[in-house]
């Protein structure tokens, strides 16, 4: 059963192999990891150390190959095919390095279509999609298409559609991978205000500036993990001005 102390998500040695040709690829390996709803948390490690693939498995959007994954009290073995895509759509946001909006829709179609899916009458999804793009200051753009729009801004706007049908957690996989110092920046003032609002927040960078606005750091190699620790109150996440 779960209780209020259990945690969102609890990995206990979690493995995922792939196997391609002969090579057999250990991406991730006896990982624990217990992440708590309001928890802001950074996954690091270099390229290649499976910080996809674990966020991949947090968003079932693929599945352990040995351990159990358990969201909410649940475990997600378990679930039937239709009760993870479900679970996909209402109780995770997802935020991709490259956005991944739908270039011949507009912002105000992009942020709607999830909510569609899930079969939301019209006028609530008028009022999420309003709401959404309001907190990431992207109401003015609603009717332009995503080429017409900035790599920050396209982030802003997908941002929104993570966030519109209210999910328990947010995954972000480089969320600042493709932009600018400056967008790159406001992006993450932005996840950090969400989180300071009280969403949960699992965000994989390279970049240790970025790094330490979430409250903790996991930090991976080889498939596993090497290092679970508070970011020190000292590190440089105090606001934006704080980096250089
Ligand atoms: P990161 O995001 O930290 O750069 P990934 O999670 O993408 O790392 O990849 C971890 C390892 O797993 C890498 O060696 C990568 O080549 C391998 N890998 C990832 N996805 C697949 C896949 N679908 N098929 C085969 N190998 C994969
Ligand atoms: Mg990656």
């Known amino acids: 059963m779960t209780t209020a102390n259990d945690p969102l998500i609890q990995l206990d040695n979690v493995s995922k192999v792939f196997y391609t040709d002969q090579v057999e690829t250990h991406a991730l390996a ?33 599945s352990p190959s040995g351990g159990e994954y358990r969201l909410g009290g649940k475990p997600v073995h378990s679930l039937s095919a239709a009760e993870r895509a479900r679970i996909r759509n209402r109780e995770i946001g997802f935020i991709f390095q490259a956005f991944n909006l739908i270039g011949d829709l507009t912002v105000f179609e992009n942020v709607e279509l999830p909510l ?43 941002v929104a559609r993570a966030i519109a049908g209210s999910p328990a957690v947010l995954l972000a996989d480089e969320p600042t991978g493709n932009l600018d110092s400056a967008n790159a920046t406001a992006v993450m003032d932005l996840l950090r205000d969400l989180h300071g609002q009280g969403s949960t927040l699992v965000m994989v960078t390279h970049d240790p500036r970025f790094a330490g606005y979430a409250d903790r750091q996991v930090h991976l190699f080889d498939g596993q993990v090497v290092e679970d620790a508070a970011t020190p109150a000292h590190a440089p996440h105090a606001g934006p001005h704080a980096v250089a």
């Open 30 to 62: 006896n990982v624990h990891l217990g992440i708590r709803s309001g928890e802001f948390v950074a996954i690091a490690g270099p390229s290649g150390c499976g910080k996809s693939t674990l966020l991949s498995v947090l968003g079932l959007l693929d």
């Open 116 to 158: 569609t899916y899930r079969g939301m009458p019209a006028a609530e999804r008028k009022r999420r999609v309003e709401e959404a793009l309001e907190r990431v200051q992207m109401s003015h753009r609603n009717g332009h298409f995503p080429a017409q729009l900035s790599g920050g801004q396209q982030q802003r706007v997908a």
